[in-house]
């Protein structure tokens, strides 16, 4: 769980978020942003535990098969593009790599179904959080222009 912690001071450098957390010990601790996701866990602590496997489910998975998609695209895309490893089989390689974890999150949501966060399904809870996360990405984006151009 403390890997999570480089990513809240990872999007504070690229200037996403609060610079505050950007503050570091003299080991290079990004402590701010360890105590930002200690909260978050210890929140998370009055969720079952068949909850919070079910709502990290949901945001793993789809990141993984974003990583899938990522593959293909840049496999029909940049057929050239010089790679330390390469999928074996062309695009149809790349497809095929990614159908066995698709089928796997696809069985793993459907047996979950049945969970619930705040009063609604958990699926749908971390679908909630995940589609979030573009539109916050978004407006930090837009206010990071917005102080980045040049006051008249």
């Known amino acids: ?35 930002l996701c200690a909260v978050a866990w210890a929140l998370a602590l009055r969720m079952s535990f068949e909850r919070l496997i079910s709502i990290d489910l949901v945001l793993y998975g789809a990141a993984l098969l974003l990583e899938f998609v990522a593959l ?6 940049e057929p050239e593009l010089p790679r330390p490893f390469r999928v074996p089989g ?38 909630l959080v995940g589609i979030c996360g ?8 837009a206010l990071r222009r917005t102080a980045s151009e040049p006051r008249t």
């Open 90 to 127: 062309g695009t149809a390689g790349a497809v095929l790599a990614g159908v066995g974890p698709a089928i796997l999150i696809g069985y793993a949501l459907w047996a979950a179904r049945d969970e619930q966060v705040a009063g609604m399904p958990a699926l749908g809870f971390a679908a």
């Open 72 to 77: 293909v695209v840049l496999r029909v895309r």
């Open 1 to 35: 769980m403390m890997s999570y912690t480089r990513i809240p001071y990872a999007l504070a450098e690229e200037g996403l978020l609060p610079r505050v957390l950007r503050r570091r010990t003299s080991a290079g601790v990004p402590w701010v942003s360890v105590l």
């Open 134 to 141: 573009p539109g916050i990405y978004g407006v930090a984006l």
